[in-house]
């Protein structure tokens, strides 16, 4: 884990990075690049920018030593809690003023069994109701009438029955909230009048690098009044981003969102983009037709805008656009991030493809890609047959780990190999095994999961939705709350997508501004379903998302997320 760093700590250390003693890393066996530059907290593209020698980082070797960037963390740091407010629905058709009337109670992410509120939440505490409490008790305790506890728990009436074990949101009186706006009001005016040359800035022709921005202009354009199940989708999405908008706004940053329906057509693209308002967004969402991205990415590149590109869909437009941000990264990509992170974690294990028969497309490319990175290392590679227990004699090692590959990612195909494969090993312990898998295992039904957690399994993707998580459930209820429906049973779910992307780049804007690219590594945030990692090929190219994460069913019945 690593430790918070706070912004004050950031920015002295960028100030005197250029008089600090160089930081280097001396190279371990197994270690791999990508590994490298994720403890340290830094990207890849900036170590290799530190060592030309390195060319594309493909071939390290054990003992050499690595400059690393200045920004580095050389001691382990801790990512803090992402805060999360709701936003109330807004129209699609037309530009929006606001990103919420009233804030969503939905705390930070912490332990279920010791969950706090914070400010903007609405929650001063979360309270772990016991054996026979009951409302007028617990109001008394804390200075509160019933109503008031009721107001922040709409689920309960004044005469509802408490149950043990669940937990009750403790609002803040009316005397702290009094309090706590006078001391708002008090921050906003001292920001404005610290930020105020900055913003007098806004109107000039020439933009200038800011520190930090305590008012974003965001732009969506997207098909929100689309009909249909892809109109539902990105409705949910843009909710999502009006949830992360109203959850900076909790932060005293002023948040203004422009919504506009996209259309699907260039022509489409060409007329919406005649409208004043977009040229003065600090960073727009869209578009999701491929055919309309070459024409959004030019306009915000002669306007010097943000383009958070979130679809895959737009993938290969904008490339040689640096205002460009695509976040839905390259299924090629994926794989080669993916099988580097599986080879880097199990240095020195026995790596075994294992055959199903199967026809898959995504299993033989990503068995091709370990493969390809194995012989790489020198690494061998060895290969066994579904359901011939033979085979598996042959190829697995009692003396080490052993990582199981499967050449298909079925639903079908995985249930079969993972009922013979935990057979197989409940009669032979000897062998200690994880089994590797494909991004959809996570959606399988609960009966083939169990699987996983008895073969210590891990999953790559690039989201990953834990529905247990008591942080997911709530930030899903607040969802239901301000828009009274439930976010669609998709995976991703897109209402979670739009929340994570949304607050990365609003609450990166917010303290980063202008030097939100080179601090990157400085935004810790734990998020609800998709992480993001962003990286340039060259200096004027378009910045790729390069998150990967593994999924791991661990053994004692827990799930760790590994980024």
């Known amino acids: 884990m690593r430790r918070r760093l706070t912004l004050a700590t950031i920015g002295l250390c960028f100030a005197l990075g250029m008089a600090a003693q160089k930081k280097s890393h001396i190279v371990q066996p197994g270690e791999t690049l990508y590994g490298i530059a994720r403890k340290y907290g830094v990207t890849a593209t900036s170590i290799l920018a530190q060592n030309p020698k390195l060319a594309d980082g493909n071939h390290i070797e054990v003992g050499q030593v690595l400059v690393l960037p200045s920004n580095a963390n050389v001691t382990p740091t801790t990512e803090p809690a992402m805060p999360v407010t709701g936003a109330t629905q807004q129209g699609a058709a037309q530009p929006v003023a606001n990103a919420g009337s009233y804030s969503i109670p939905v705390v930070a992410r912490t332990e279920p069994q010791q969950p706090k509120g914070y400010l903007g939440s609405g929650c001063k505490e979360m309270y ?6 009951n409302l007028y008790r617990i109001a008394l305790e804390y200075g509160l009438t019933i109503e008031e506890i009721v107001a922040a728990n709409p689920e309960l009436t004044p005469d509802s029955k408490l149950k043990k ?73 843009y909710r999502g981003l009006l949830m992360a908008a109203d959850s900076v706004k909790s932060q005293g940053v002023t948040v203004e969102v422009f919504a506009y329906h996209s259309g699907t057509n260039v022509d489409d693209m060409n ?14 969402f869209g578009p999701l037709h491929r ?43 994926v794989r080669k991030s993916a099988a580097d992170m599986v080879t880097g974690r199990f240095a020195g294990a026995n790596f075994i493809i294992l055959q199903t028969g199967q026809a898959d497309d995504r299993g033989n490319q990503f068995t ?29 090692n009692s003396f080490c780990d052993n990582i199981i590959i499967p050449d298909a990612s079925a639903l079908s195909c995985t ?63 607040s969802y239901k709350k301000a828009f009274r429906t439930e976010m669609g049973h998709y995976y991703p779910r897109y209402g979670l997508f739009g929340l994570d992307l949304g607050y990365f780049f609003l609450h990166g804007l917010a303290v980063k501004g202008d030097y939100f690219d080179e601090q990157q590594s400085g935004l810790h945030y734990t998020p609800c379903q998709s992480a993001f990692n962003f990286e340039q090929s060259a200096p004027n190219a378009a910045h790729k998302n390069q998150q990967v994460m593994l999924v791991h069913y661990k053994t004692n019945q827990q799930v760790e997320v590994i980024k």
């Open 415 to 477: 249930q079969t190999l993972c009922k013979q494969l935990h057979n197989y090993t409940q009669n032979h312990p000897e062998f200690k095994v994880s089994l590797i898998g494909y991004p959809e295992w996570p959606t399988y039904n609960a009966s083939t999961i169990a699987h996983y957690y008895a073969l210590d399994t891990y999953a790559y993707s690039t989201f990953y939705r834990n529905a247990a998580d008591y942080q997911t459930q709530r930030v899903e209820q």
């Open 165 to 237: 074990g669940e937990f009750l949101c403790i609002p803040f009186s009316k005397a702290e909230l009094e309090a706590m706006k006078a001391a708002q009001v008090q921050q906003q005016q001292t920001v404005v009048a610290q930020q105020q040359p900055v913003n007098d800035l806004r109107q000039t022709t020439t933009k200038q690098k800011r520190s930090r921005m305590d008012h974003i202009n965001m732009g969506v354009v997207l098909p929100v009044k689309e009909g249909g199940e892809l109109g539902s989708k990105m409705l949910e999405f």
């Open 291 to 333: 055919e309309q991205a070459p024409t959004l990415s030019n306009f915000c590149k002669e306007n010097e805008i943000r383009l958070v590109m979130p679809f895959s869909t737009t993938n290969n437009a904008g490339s040689d656009n640096p205002y460009v941000y695509q976040a839905g990264a390259n299924s090629e990509a």
């Open 128 to 133: 772990l109701i016991k054996k026979k409490d």
């Open 271 to 284: 007329f919406l983009l005649q409208k004043p308002a977009l040229k003065k967004m600090d960073i727009i």
């Open 368 to 396: 091709a890609e370990m493969k390809k990175q194995l012989k790489g290392r020198g690494v061998a590679v060895r290969t066994m047959t579904l359901g011939d227990e033979a085979s598996y004699e042959a190829a697995l």
